[in-house]
């Protein structure tokens, strides 16, 4: 068999390409044909990504006087559908370190759900965590996915993040223990 032969040769050929690589990447503008682009090297992927795990609880109010969560939109059928299908709802909702709503505030979950399933109860939920306290005040996670609310753990990704989690990704899980309690959730996230 060549099989071998021919992939240590690709091999090599790889090697050769990867070592030669960083020679390909243009000079920073010194030709100026692409001012815009201010650097481009190497990154290293051996140095310091850690996985942090948060638990936060999220409150979504949206009875009573002071609502952090509103209907904002909704199609014809809405109002005949069982799964909410074709509802946005805007949230500004709290996120606590325990249960309780009086429990210490670290931030907040601001942007939408909406209603995306025609046969399930499923959300799309497109929000950022907004977080305040200590050293993570003013970084924010972005968290994109699908809630499949009546599902013990809804897990969704989290697509990046500012701050102290710039270039970040992982997953968190949503659990909801019981109604009217705030939803669970761990939170974990790859950041350096
Ligand atoms: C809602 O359901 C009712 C009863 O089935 C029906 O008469 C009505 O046309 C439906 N409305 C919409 C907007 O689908
Ligand atoms: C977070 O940072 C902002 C802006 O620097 C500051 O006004 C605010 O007091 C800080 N919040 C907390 C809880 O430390």
């Given at each position: 068999?060549?099989?071998?032969?021919?992939?240590?040769?690709?091999?090599?050929?790889?090697?050769?390409?990867?070592?030669?690589?960083?020679?390909?990447?243009?000079?920073?503008?010194?030709?100026?044909?692409?001012?815009?682009?201010?650097?481009?090297?190497?990154?290293?992927?051996?140095?310091g990504?850690?996985?942090?795990?948060?638990?936060?609880?999220w409150?979504?109010?949206?009875?009573?006087?002071?609502?952090?969560?509103?209907?904002?939109?909704?199609?014809?059928?809405?109002?005949?559908?069982?799964?909410?299908?074709?509802?946005?709802?805007?949230?500004?909702?709290?996120?606590?370190?325990?249960?309780?709503?009086?429990?210490?505030?670290?931030?907040?979950?601001?942007?939408?759900?909406?209603?995306?399933?025609?046969?399930?109860?499923?959300?799309?939920?497109?929000?950022?965590?907004?977080l305040?306290?200590?050293?993570y005040?003013?970084?924010?996670i972005?968290?994109?996915?699908?809630?499949?609310?009546?599902?013990?753990?809804?897990?969704?990704?989290?697509?990046?993040?500012?701050?102290l989690?710039?270039?970040?990704?992982?997953?968190?899980?949503?659990?909801?223990?019981?109604?009217?309690?705030?939803?669970?959730?761990?939170?974990?996230?790859?950041?350096?």
């Open positions: 068999m060549v099989t071998c032969k021919c992939t240590t040769f690709s091999s090599l050929l790889l090697l050769l390409f990867l070592l030669s690589a960083a020679n390909l990447v243009p000079a920073t503008s010194s030709d100026g044909a692409y001012s815009y682009l201010l650097s481009s090297k190497p990154v290293s992927h051996t140095t990504e850690k996985q942090s795990h948060f638990r936060f609880y409150h979504d109010i949206f009875t009573g006087p002071n609502p952090t969560s509103v209907r904002v939109a909704e199609a014809p059928g809405t109002k005949n559908s069982s799964t909410f299908f074709g509802a946005v709802v805007m949230i500004d909702d709290a996120l606590t370190i325990g249960p309780d709503l009086n429990t210490k505030l670290v931030g907040r979950a601001q942007g939408l759900y909406a209603g995306a399933g025609l046969k399930k109860i499923e959300f799309l939920m497109a929000m950022n965590f907004v305040t306290d200590g050293i005040n003013g970084s924010t972005a968290i994109i996915g699908h809630n499949e609310v009546l599902n013990e753990v809804r897990e969704m990704s989290i697509v990046g993040g500012t701050g989690f710039r270039l970040s990704r992982g997953y968190v899980q949503a659990r909801t223990f019981a109604n009217n309690d705030p939803v669970e959730y761990n939170v974990f996230i790859n950041h350096y």
